[in-house]
């Protein structure tokens, strides 16, 4: 196979087809360059070529990392990471698969250190690198015509719930506006959710949120002038994506918002008329009970250092993302 590869430090200087590889909102040009303004983490892009033609790609950027995520120990090092920069389900390679293993090669031979590459769907086919599993991604297939038929659709167990937690909010006032209007409160809240989180990577910036651009809508759900909770949705090619939320914890069990919140999604993605709702990586049993799928997304660790990779591949178990969880049966189909 005969294909070349170059870096470049910029996204706008990717070529124009570096969009068509792309499967999420997340990948495109235009996100990757709003987090070089308002997330920069020395990122830079490896762009294959075959025969001149733009064929697969990755986004790559620096971070200090707690190497065991997923259990109790606390172990900060810097990573170069394949990926994303920030907390979304989206995978750091886009393009044709086939050119997976060439390109990851290339890259762990031209970056330095420990290197982590997240959000991948199949077994990379390279032997050297220490592949296990992360968060699954939640997706939710929209086979509904409205949120009535959802409704109906549902076993009466899980209908129950949903309209248990509807009553809780009947007088709570919802906002949907341009991101511009993102607050101090917003932040605040959205910065409570990080710190209790196990699995965080970055924090963003409170700009990060207010410049997304008007493809993206904030909704914000108050009581009285009181903020309960909110998140951040866009549409894209038939797609519904959710991006971070909010919540206030001292009111979250009143007012049942956590829930609330994620009911939201799914109704909007569903009025909305969108195929498919990706919901991120997080609350799978809440979001499975709403209809949300698991979907099963790999990551691998990798030093050049033999003894160092032998490291990782002992500890595989403690770096690898284990929690089973039983998929709901929610619906009368079922």
């Not at 920030?86 to 290339?106: H, M, P, Q, W």
């Not at 906002?175 to 196990?198: A, G, L, P």
Request: charged share 20%; aromatic share 14%.
């Amino acid at each position: 196979m005969s294909f070349t590869i170059r870096k470049i430090e910029e996204i706008n200087h990717s070529d124009d087809s570096w969009d068509k590889l792309c499967v999420s909102v997340y990948q495109n040009k235009e996100f990757l360059n709003h987090l070089e303004k308002y997330n920069p983490c020395n990122q830079r892009y490896y762009l294959l070529y075959e025969n001149n033609m733009l064929c697969s790609g990755a986004i790559v950027y620096s971070l200090k990392v707690n190497v065991f995520t997923y259990s109790k120990l606390n172990c900060k090092i810097h990573f170069s990471i394949i990926g994303i920069p920030t907390s979304v389900d989206a995978s750091g390679i886009i393009g044709d698969e086939k050119y997976y293993s060439s390109l990851v090669e290339y890259i762990i031979k031209n970056e330095r250190g420990i290197i982590l590459c997240l959000n991948y769907d199949n077994i990379i086919g390279i032997d050297n690198i220490v592949q296990m599993q992360t968060l699954p991604a939640l997706i939710f297939e929209n086979n509904f015509s409205s949120w009535e038929h959802y409704c109906k659709s549902l076993k009466h167990n899980y209908r129950r719930r949903i309209f248990q937690a509807q009553n809780k909010f009947c007088e709570v006032n919802k906002v949907s506006c341009s991101c511009s209007h993102f607050n101090d409160e917003h932040y605040e809240q959205y910065i409570s959710i990080m710190s209790r989180t196990k699995t965080k990577l970055e924090i963003l910036s409170n700009e990060f949120f207010m410049r997304l651009d008007s493809n993206y809508t904030l909704h914000s759900f108050y009581k009285d002038d009181i903020l309960l909770t909110w998140h951040i949705t866009i549409k894209n090619e038939g797609s519904y994506y959710f991006l971070f939320g909010g919540i206030n914890y001292e009111l979250r069990d009143k007012y049942d918002s956590y829930y609330n919140n994620l009911i939201s999604i799914v109704k909007e993605g569903i009025e909305l008329g969108c195929d498919r709702i990706s919901m991120g990586q997080t609350a799978e049993i809440s979001k499975n009970r709403l209809g949300a799928r698991l979907v099963t997304q790999r990551m691998f660790i990798y030093h050049s250092n033999k003894l160092v990779n032998y490291i990782f591949v002992v500890f595989r178990n403690v770096l690898t993302y284990k929690t089973k969880t039983i998929h709901a049966h929610i619906f009368k189909s079922n």
